[in-house]
């Protein structure tokens, strides 16, 4: 399953504030998860725990906080077809099924959205490569993920965000707001989300986990290994470069990373 992908649309929305975009949003995907890479994406390989034996340093733990910054930051305006294929997948992980959305905003041309109660899991870098430089890789690991490792193709997520609610704005060709029918909406994404507004009909609907809150972005890591040995980390950036290898792509979860 891939984890980041390269919708732009996904990938502008989070790119300001330094993460890749999650194309499939998960409640499970956290840091120090390892990824490789296959074309342009980065795909799950299995937790960092699993494949190194610590050193003297221990795997270091996640921080939780919130992230005003992306809390209420709005996305532009976007066209409704490509906005809510993204919304869709974020909308459709928390509701199980994302069956009728389409159809519920058929009359839409445009489609803003920002994400609500957004908190960051981050894992101190230093921490990190302290932890890495002093382990080893498990002696049982296969000649796959050895070649990997030697190949510099192997990834680590050391940052993620999660956001609890999405709030979606949608517009009529003529600029007019589109009026939407709350119980209805309610209807097709059934229990597991919460669908708020300001009244039965709006033109703007917040949709609110029930559950857990979704992965929709993290901050990924290229490793570099020697002979076995941890040489390096670098700050894979969620934006290609010029003139450089396209790994912000690689990184935007079936849809940026995908799990």
Same mark, same amino acid.
């Given at each position: 399953?891939t984890l980041l992908s390269c919708s732009s649309a996904q990938r502008d929305y989070l790119k300001p504030f330094g993460y890749g975009t999650l194309a499939l949003p998960k409640a499970s995907t956290q840091p120090l998860l390892m990824l490789a890479k296959r074309g342009d994406r980065l795909t799950p390989i299995g937790p960092l725990g699993g494949t190194l034996v610590p050193g003297a340093v ?13 809390? %209420?930051?709005? @996305?532009?305006?976007? =066209?409704?077809? *490509?906005?809510?294929? $993204?919304?869709?997948?974020?909308? !459709? &992980? ?75 704005? %949608?517009?009529? @060709?003529?600029?007019? =707001?589109?009026? *939407?029918?709350?119980? $209805?909406?309610?209807?097709?994404? !059934? &229990? ?68």
């Amino acid at each position: 399953m891939t984890l980041l992908s390269c919708s732009s649309a996904q990938r502008d929305y989070l790119k300001p504030f330094g993460y890749g975009t999650l194309a499939l949003p998960k409640a499970s995907t956290q840091p120090l998860l390892m990824l490789a890479k296959r074309g342009d994406r980065l795909t799950p390989i299995g937790p960092l725990g699993g494949t190194l034996v610590p050193g003297a340093v221990p795997l270091p733990a996640a921080a939780r906080g919130p992230v005003a910054s992306i809390t %209420g930051a709005q @996305s532009k305006s976007l =066209d409704a077809s *490509l906005a809510l294929d $993204v919304l869709g997948s974020a909308i !459709g &992980a928390l509701a199980g099924s994302s069956l009728g959305l389409k159809a519920a905003y058929k009359s839409a041309s445009t489609v803003e959205f920002e994400f609500g109660e957004v908190n960051e899991n981050r894992v101190d870098f230093n921490a990190l490569d302290s932890f890495l430089a002093a382990a080893s890789p498990l002696p049982a690991i296969g000649p796959a993920l050895q070649k990997m490792l030697e190949n510099d193709e192997v990834f680590v997520i050391t940052a993620t965000v999660d956001a609890k609610s999405i709030t979606v704005k %949608g517009k009529k @060709s003529d600029g007019t =707001d589109l009026g *939407l029918d709350v119980p $209805v909406v309610q209807q097709l994404v !059934g &229990a597991k989300v919460s669908v708020g507004s300001t009244g039965a009909q709006s033109s703007v609907l917040t949709y609110t986990s029930t559950d857990m809150p979704l992965t929709i972005g993290a901050e990924v890591v290229r490793l570099f290994f020697r002979n076995g040995r941890y040489q390096a980390a670098k700050l894979v950036k969620p934006t290609p470069l010029a003139g450089k290898e396209k790994e912000a792509e690689a990184v935007a979860p079936d849809q940026m990373l995908e799990l």
